[in-house]
């Protein structure tokens, strides 16, 4: 009752990053509010996934493990989180913005008339005060969003209606596993005595899944391309200097709308979020777009000639200049020095 409540999701017989990187952030949550944290684990063959839950500092995970779970499938898994959220009553229910997460969390939030905001890339706990009646609110959870196009970050907050629902967008949230041998209890789930004919009556005939041709959120060096790159011709350069450094290539979306670089690589409010330890910009104004989706990252490097550009503001060191001439001279001395 009154706690925090992941939802995780299983991806390839593991718990999905945007999970765990919820569980880190949601233990967070939890000791600020001083309650527990709760898991919701839907799938098949599930053996030993609690471990790897608990890890992440849940205290209790809710296992539902029925071979007609895998893989999702809205009804009966909606059907589950329903009736869980609706037993539980947490305070705080979060959810991957992922398709699973975007189709899952509306459902609950309809099933029990409260407030989902989408698309979070941060969230807090604070407190309100209504300027019309006067009423003091405390420990609401602060949703935060761009909003506008991107052009202003957002707070949302949900007074009246528990749970408070939201969906994070994968990369934002820092994925930590907690100190120590943390262990919880497993509450199991049967799905069987839950689930009706209706529930199940869409039947997987045949899958596919194609897998990722490119997956830049893991990569700890990426080299990134705006519009000022110039054309696709001239990003083989980011493609050199990101093999010289072990790295991988991303775009703003002026550089994906262009044709420079493909939307798999596009970094941003409408991309992925990534948190590397060393992040190039390579002629991107950095619009708070863009920003949304790189400005955790642990160091940043600018190269751009207008002197002005705001994403200079953020950079820890920025050269001024033309990148045709400034990579090849970082590809250059970093052999040399490498050597």
Same mark, same amino acid.
């Given at each position: 009752?009154?706690?925090? +409540?992941?939802?995780?999701?299983?991806?390839?017989?593991?718990? =999905?990053?945007?999970?765990?990187?919820?569980?880190?952030?949601?233990?967070?949550?939890?000791? &600020?509010?001083?309650?527990?944290?709760?898991?919701?684990?839907?799938?098949?063959?599930?053996?030993?996934?609690?471990?790897?839950?608990?890890?992440?500092?849940?205290?209790?995970?809710?296992?539902?493990?029925?071979?007609?779970?895998?893989?999702?499938?809205?009804?009966?898994?909606?059907?589950?989180?329903?009736?869980?959220?609706?037993?539980?009553?947490?305070?705080?229910?979060?959810?991957?913005? @992922?398709?699973?997460?975007?189709?899952?969390?509306?459902?609950?939030?309809?099933?029990?008339?409260?407030?989902?905001? =989408?698309?979070?890339?941060?969230?807090?706990?604070?407190?309100?005060?209504?300027?019309? @009646?006067?009423?003091?609110? /405390?420990? $609401?959870?602060?949703?935060?969003?761009? =909003?506008?196009?991107?052009?202003? $970050?957002? @707070?949302?907050?949900?007074?009246?209606?528990?749970?408070? $629902?939201?969906?994070?967008? &994968?990369?934002?949230?820092?994925?930590?596993?907690?100190?120590?041998?943390?262990?919880?209890?497993?509450?199991?789930?049967?799905?069987? /005595?839950?689930?009706?004919? #209706?529930?199940?009556?869409?039947?997987?005939?045949?899958? #596919?899944? &194609?897998?990722? /041709?490119?997956?830049? @959120?893991?990569?700890?060096?990426?080299?990134?391309?705006?519009?000022?790159?110039?054309?696709?011709?001239?990003?083989?350069?980011?493609?050199?200097?990101?093999?010289?450094?072990?790295?991988?290539? =991303?775009?703003?979306?002026?550089?994906?709308?262009?044709?420079?670089?493909?939307?798999?690589?596009?970094?941003?409010?409408?991309?992925?979020?990534?948190?590397?330890? +060393?992040?190039?910009?390579?002629?991107?104004?950095?619009?708070?777009?863009?920003?949304?989706?790189?400005?955790?990252?642990?160091?940043?490097?600018?190269?751009?000639?207008?002197?002005?550009?705001?994403?200079?503001?953020?950079?820890?060191?920025?050269?001024?200049?033309?990148?045709?001439?400034?990579?090849? /001279?970082?590809?250059?001395?970093?052999?040399?020095?490498?050597?």
């Amino acid at each position: 009752m009154n706690n925090v +409540l992941v939802y995780c999701e299983m991806e390839d017989g593991a718990v =999905a990053d945007v999970s765990l990187e919820l569980l880190t952030k949601g233990r967070s949550l939890a000791n &600020e509010l001083n309650c527990g944290l709760e898991a919701l684990v839907i799938g098949s063959e599930l053996n030993g996934v609690e471990n790897e839950v608990f890890s992440y500092g849940a205290d209790i995970v809710h296992v539902a493990d029925d071979k007609r779970l895998d893989p999702y499938s809205t009804l009966p898994h909606a059907k589950i989180a329903e009736d869980l959220f609706r037993g539980q009553k947490p305070v705080i229910g979060l959810f991957g913005a @992922t398709s699973a997460g975007r189709d899952l969390a509306p459902r609950v939030a309809s099933v029990l008339k409260c407030g989902l905001t =989408a698309d979070c890339t941060a969230l807090e706990i604070g407190d309100h005060v209504d300027n019309k @009646t006067g009423k003091e609110y /405390k420990n $609401l959870l602060y949703q935060i969003r761009p =909003a506008f196009g991107g052009n202003i $970050l957002a @707070t949302i907050i949900n007074p009246e209606t528990r749970p408070q $629902l939201a969906t994070v967008r &994968e990369g934002v949230m820092k994925k930590e596993k907690v100190t120590g041998n943390h262990k919880g209890e497993v509450k199991k789930i049967d799905a069987g /005595k839950l689930l009706s004919d #209706h529930d199940l009556i869409v039947k997987l005939i045949e899958r #596919h899944v &194609e897998p990722r /041709k490119v997956n830049i @959120t893991n990569s700890s060096i990426i080299v990134s391309g705006g519009y000022g790159v110039g054309s696709k011709e001239n990003f083989k350069l980011l493609f050199d200097l990101a093999e010289v450094l072990g790295g991988e290539v =991303a775009g703003s979306r002026a550089a994906v709308d262009s044709g420079f670089v493909e939307h798999e690589r596009q970094v941003g409010q409408t991309g992925v979020t990534v948190r590397p330890k +060393l992040y190039i910009a390579c002629g991107i104004s950095g619009q708070i777009q863009h920003r949304a989706g790189m400005d955790q990252s642990a160091m940043i490097i600018s190269i751009n000639d207008d002197p002005n550009a705001p994403i200079n503001r953020i950079a820890d060191y920025s050269i001024i200049g033309d990148l045709n001439d400034v990579i090849p /001279k970082m590809i250059k001395y970093y052999k040399k020095n490498s050597k």
